[in-house]
């Protein structure tokens, strides 16, 4: 055979076989980082799960435990976000409306929400709440009537529970652990501001609530803890109480702490502040809503109407900030286009057929909220991986992808509740291939920070 010839097989086998190599060696060296890192001890007792392919052929490099279903704490909003694209679209946005109906001199208002989570929140210029307040009050000023006789707010078609089933008691008083209503405000926040002596140990006092909650008290059993401690104060309060107490510590010497809680009954307190502002332009005004399901609309003719963000701007605040109350809101939101109702249970079991028919098995998303905030959600490493290809081909996926945020320099949705921490997302390597990626970890014990940064190692092997 001529020398030229078998020189140029030569070096064809030889090119052939570093391809084969390499692609072998990529997979090995995930295996060994995983292997080292679920050896270490943090993982003694625990159990984590990694599943990568290549995203544009969709070959599996790695897989262990793809289909063990894990706590996925706020990876969730991955699975949350990807199905409100495809069951609400894009350029879906809520429309909270009101209208009236004449009654003597003065109206009856019927407030008609929808549930969107975003009134009256800061991240838009457009809604904030003063924006917000006096757009309403002056559509109503000028429906030129002297008083206002009742404010009705409609909840018809909305599961009253704001609070999906699973969420835990420490959760549910704090910011983080606001569910929706039909009518959000505020984000279905407020803030306390609080004030320490120089004392460790010594009581804490409750400045004041930003804004003034009304019908409802706080109490504060709060003591200080040395400087440099942090915030470690939770609110605990009672669903339909009228008082709640604020139990643990927060550092010395501070004259205007800031935690953040829960808004009991978001409506109530909206219809508070509206309330004040329309006295102060001369109106007569109720100071509490009155709430129905029944209420004939067809009597009312609607005078205003507050539209919201589309839900391109809403996924991106929701991933970024990792704001649990907008997956709440867009689960019922899901339910209820699909059902007529807007309850969790409807919202988790659309979401979970709508992916069947898209090839992943019910029992690899055994879901109980859209956000991750409940420790009972259990989801396979593998259909979160499934969600981020079909959405990677989707027209949509550009505003999904600038929505996840950046961490050790990859972009990946991150999850963190007691005990559990999860990874997902995107990334190109220095080969050039793009990865698609799940990493959940469950029940490890020790430091958190620790943790993070031997899950990164593993991950920089894609890189």
């Known amino acids: 055979m001529n020398r030229a010839i078998v020189k140029a097989m030569l070096l064809l086998i030889c090119a052939l076989g570093q391809v084969t190599g390499w692609s072998q060696t990529k997979t090995e060296k995930l295996a060994a980082a995983f292997q080292h890192f679920t050896a270490d001890a943090q993982l003694r007792n625990g159990m984590a799960s990694l599943y990568v392919v290549d995203a544009k052929t969709g070959q599996v490099i790695f897989d262990k435990n793809g289909l063990v279903g894990l706590a996925p704490a706020s990876t969730m909003k991955i699975i949350t976000s990807v199905s ?80 999906p089933g699973g969420w835990i008691w420490q959760d549910i008083g704090n910011y983080y652990g606001a569910g929706p209503a039909k009518f959000n405000w505020r984000e279905n926040q407020y803030d306390v501001i609080l004030k320490s002596g120089n004392n460790i140990g010594g009581p804490v006092s409750i400045v004041k609530t930003v804004p003034a909650l009304t019908g409802y008290a706080l109490q504060s059993e709060l003591t200080a803890a040395a400087a440099g401690t942090g915030d470690n104060a939770y609110i605990y309060f009672p669903l339909h109480a009228a008082a709640g107490v604020i139990r643990g510590t927060i550092p010395v010497n501070q004259n205007s702490f800031r935690i953040s809680g829960a808004m009991p009954e978001a409506g109530q307190q ?81 979401i979970r057929n709508f992916w069947k028919e898209k090839g992943i098995p019910v029992s690899e998303l055994n879901m109980v909220d859209g956000s991750g905030l409940s420790p009972l959600n259990r989801v396979t490493t593998r259909a979160q991986v499934s969600m981020l290809q079909h959405a990677r081909k989707q027209s949509w996926f550009n505003g999904f992808y600038t929505a996840l945020p950046v961490y050790n320099g990859m972009k990946m949705k991150s999850g963190t509740i007691r005990n559990v921490k999860g990874f997902c997302g995107y990334h190109r390597g220095k080969d050039g291939k793009e990865y698609i990626f799940s990493f959940l970890v469950n029940n490890y014990n020790g430091s958190a920070a620790g943790l993070v940064q031997k899950m990164y190692k593993v991950l920089d092997v894609i890189k």
Do not use: C
């Open 84 to 163: 409100a694209y495809e069951l609400l679209g894009k350029n879906f946005k809520y429309q909270t409306k009101f209208a009236y109906r004449k009654t003597g001199d003065g109206a009856s208002i019927l407030i008609l929400p929808s549930g969107d989570p975003t009134l009256g929140s800061w991240r838009w210029p457009g809604t904030k709440e003063d924006i917000e307040i006096k757009g309403v009050s002056r559509a109503i000023r000028k429906l030129g009537v002297r008083a206002i006789n009742e404010i009705i707010l409609d909840n018809a078609g909305w599961n009253e529970e704001a609070i």
């Open 270 to 350: 909206f219809v508070k502040a509206l309330s004040d502002t329309l006295a102060r332009m001369g109106l007569s005004v109720p100071q509490k809503a009155t709430t129905s399901i029944k209420t004939p609309t067809d009597k009312y003719t609607v005078f205003h109407t507050i539209t919201s963000p589309p839900l391109d701007s809403i996924v991106y605040w929701f991933n970024k900030k990792s704001i649990n109350l907008y997956g709440e809101a867009l689960v019922k939101t899901m339910a209820y286009k699909n059902k007529g109702v807007g309850a969790t249970d409807e919202g988790v079991e659309v």
